[in-house]
């Protein structure tokens, strides 16, 4: 059976993060070595772990190989990345928020997007803008949380 002995390897990584047993920071981890011995002699040829040929029952992963295979781990088997990956959307402006949006500063727009009220946080959030208008004087930017995913909006007043 032919197969793509670099995704082996991704996988195993990843999973030997699962496995970690000791962590040395900034020095690496211990994880068992419960793989296939020659997917961890390739992850040793790759600088990920250290020689899986010994007597223990665990291996040594070099600082690279744990963050890498905490990378990997998060990339592959938890469901918080699925979230992270999806592109965020260009907020959609009315051509009068959009030009009013463009008359604040970069720092004052800044401060706005960092300190929305949510509801549901009950706390100051950021705020994921996803439309804005202006409503009288008023520009209303309506959005969502970027810590729980509820909706949020913004009112800015005119400027002196």
Same mark, same amino acid.
């Given at each position: 059976?032919?197969?793509? /002995?670099?995704?082996?390897?991704?996988?195993? !990584?990843?999973?030997?993060?699962?496995?970690?047993?000791? %962590? +040395?920071?900034? *020095?690496?981890?211990?994880?068992?070595?419960?793989?296939?011995?020659?997917? &961890?002699?390739? @992850? +040793?040829?790759?600088?990920?772990?250290?020689?899986?040929?010994?007597?223990?029952?665990?291996?040594? *992963?070099?600082?690279?190989?744990?963050?890498?295979?905490?990378?990997?781990? /998060?990339? +592959?088997?938890?469901?918080?990345?699925?979230?992270?990956?999806?592109?965020?959307?260009?907020?959609?402006? =009315?051509?009068?928020?959009?030009?009013?949006?463009?008359?604040?500063?970069?720092?004052?727009?800044?401060?706005?997007?960092?300190?929305?009220?949510?509801? %549901?946080?009950?706390? *100051? =959030?950021?705020?994921?803008?996803?439309?804005?208008? *202006?409503? +009288?004087? &008023? @520009?209303? !930017?309506?959005?969502?949380?970027?810590?729980?995913?509820?909706?949020?909006?913004? =009112?800015?007043?005119?400027?002196?």
């Amino acid at each position: 059976m032919n197969y793509d /002995e670099d995704k082996i390897d991704e996988y195993t !990584l990843a999973l030997l993060y699962l496995v970690v047993h000791a %962590r +040395h920071e900034g *020095m690496g981890a211990s994880a068992w070595k419960s793989f296939d011995w020659d997917t &961890l002699n390739r @992850l +040793h040829a790759k600088g990920y772990i250290s020689n899986p040929i010994s007597k223990t029952k665990s291996v040594g *992963m070099t600082e690279e190989g744990y963050l890498k295979a905490k990378e990997l781990f /998060e990339r +592959h088997f938890t469901t918080e990345t699925k979230k992270a990956i999806k592109p965020v959307p260009f907020p959609k402006m =009315t051509a009068a928020a959009k030009k009013r949006w463009d008359e604040i500063s970069r720092d004052s727009k800044k401060a706005i997007i960092n300190s929305t009220y949510c509801t %549901r946080c009950k706390d *100051m =959030t950021t705020i994921q803008i996803r439309e804005g208008r *202006m409503t +009288h004087d &008023l @520009l209303v !930017l309506r959005g969502t949380c970027k810590k729980c995913g509820g909706e949020v909006a913004r =009112t800015i007043e005119p400027q002196e």
